[in-house]
């Protein structure tokens, strides 16, 4: 069983349209990361979100951390083939402990 | 800086075969990890250390092992190299007062 639960697990989309992916859990993290892996490449963090009910918004990428800390969503706005890539978020169970969760990954694709 | 540092980049064992992962960062982070991601899963923790002479076991630690003897340097361990270790192999640094995991480009490693 997996601890973060992302969906969907593969998207693909035209250029220029938005999207929402999702991080879902039963267990409460004190705080919440999303990356962005290139293939070949190690995940690069994105954004950390710390506070229940915390937006982040990053260009056209806004982040939300649910209010009782055990969800997160990544939405993109007018999404570009840039954005192509696999997305993970990773919830940190034990404050201080610094020792992630990761989920499974959505692979986006944006078509030109 | 050249940040987080992982040889070989790709390598091919038999079975039954040993192998060390090499892992180097020159952040000065205390925290350094190992992760295994297989193909369109997310990361799993192998092992982590808190620091120089401290390493403890992940989720998936079995057939693995790690040392620690410098802050820079965190090796992986594989003896007796079976099928199922066939992934990629991510090696991860963060600070003591940061949520950032810095990751290396991974190693590809194949168990024939």
């Known amino acids: 069983t997996q601890l973060l639960e992302q969906s969907p697990q593969f998207l693909s989309i035209q250029e220029g349209e938005n999207l929402t992916v999702y991080c879902n859990s039963s267990?409460?993290?004190?705080?919440l990361q999303w990356y962005r892996q290139e293939p070949g490449e190690g995940p690069v963090l994105l954004v950390t979100?710390?506070?229940?009910?915390e937006v982040k918004k990053l260009k056209r990428l806004t982040f939300q951390f649910g209010d009782a800390r055990k969800d997160s969503s990544l939405h993109i706005t007018a999404a570009q083939p840039g954005d192509t890539g696999l997305y993970l978020c990773?919830?940190?169970?034990?404050?201080?402990?610094?020792?992630?969760?990761f989920g499974q990954g959505t692979r986006l694709t944006i078509n030109p | 800086n050249a940040g987080v540092t992982q040889t070989p980049k790709f390598r091919i064992l038999k079975i039954g075969q040993s192998m060390t992962l090499q892992c180097a960062q020159d952040?000065?982070?205390?925290?350094m990890y190992w992760y295994r991601q297989d193909p369109g899963m997310g990361l799993k923790l192998i092992y982590y250390?808190?620091?120089?002479?401290?390493?403890d076991k992940g989720e998936v630690p079995n057939g693995y092992n790690v040392s620690r003897s410098t802050t820079e340097d965190f090796p992986l361990r594989l003896e007796l190299a079976a099928p199922s270790q066939t992934s990629v192999y991510f090696c991860?640094?963060?600070?003591?007062?940061?949520?950032?995991?810095?990751f290396g480009p991974g190693t590809r490693l194949t168990v024939l």
């Open positions: 991860a640094s963060t600070s003591t007062w940061s949520y950032e995991q810095f």
């Open positions: 250390s808190v620091g120089a002479g401290i390493t």
């Open positions: 979100v710390v506070t229940g009910g």
């Open positions: 990773a919830g940190a169970l034990i404050q201080g402990a610094q020792k992630l969760v």
């Open positions: 952040m000065n982070h205390n925290y």
């Open positions: 267990s409460v993290f004190s705080s």
